[in-house]
Nanobody, 126 residues
Framework: QVELVESGGGLVQAGGSLRLSCVVS????????MGWFRQAPGKERAFVGG????????YYADSVKGRVTISRDNAKNTVYLQMNSLKPEDTAVYYC???????????????????WGQGTQVTVSS
């Protein structure tokens, strides 16, 4: 069984920073590409960024490129989302997801990810 638990969300002023963490239980973490998604009220879940199994490759959505960094620590079964220069439009529930299918590329759609966390709320005030 694979479980993902996010933490680090909260309320921050525009221009501030947050670092989200996602701890993954089970033995599949090092073999899983990881993704971060977000869902704002009334909107569909959207890809934020992803990282390959080894951590050597990352990919970001245009909306956050240059402001976020995804990293992972395979020894700690943890993936991170560092967000800087936050904007009110970044307000959303943020989810981490695991793609355990040994895919070589980073999926940008939700469907390939087979395990999801419960989400953590990020609110950016103006």
């Amino acid at each position: 069984q694979v479980e993902l638990v996010e933490s680090g969300g909260g309320l921050v002023q525009a221009g501030g920073s947050l670092r989200l963490s996602c701890v993954v239980s089970g033995r599949t973490f090092s073999r899983s590409a990881m993704g971060w998604f977000r869902q704002a009220p009334g909107k569909e879940r959207a890809f934020v960024g992803g990282i390959s199994r080894s951590g050597s490759s990352t990919y970001y959505a245009d909306s956050v490129k240059g402001r976020v960094t995804i990293s992972r620590d395979n020894a700690k079964n943890t993936v991170y989302l560092q967000m800087n220069s936050l904007k009110p439009e970044d307000t959303a529930v943020y989810y981490c997801a695991a793609d355990t299918t040994n895919r070589l590329t980073i999926a940008t759609m939700a469907a390939p990810y087979d395990y999801w966390g419960q989400g953590t709320q990020v609110t950016v005030s103006s």
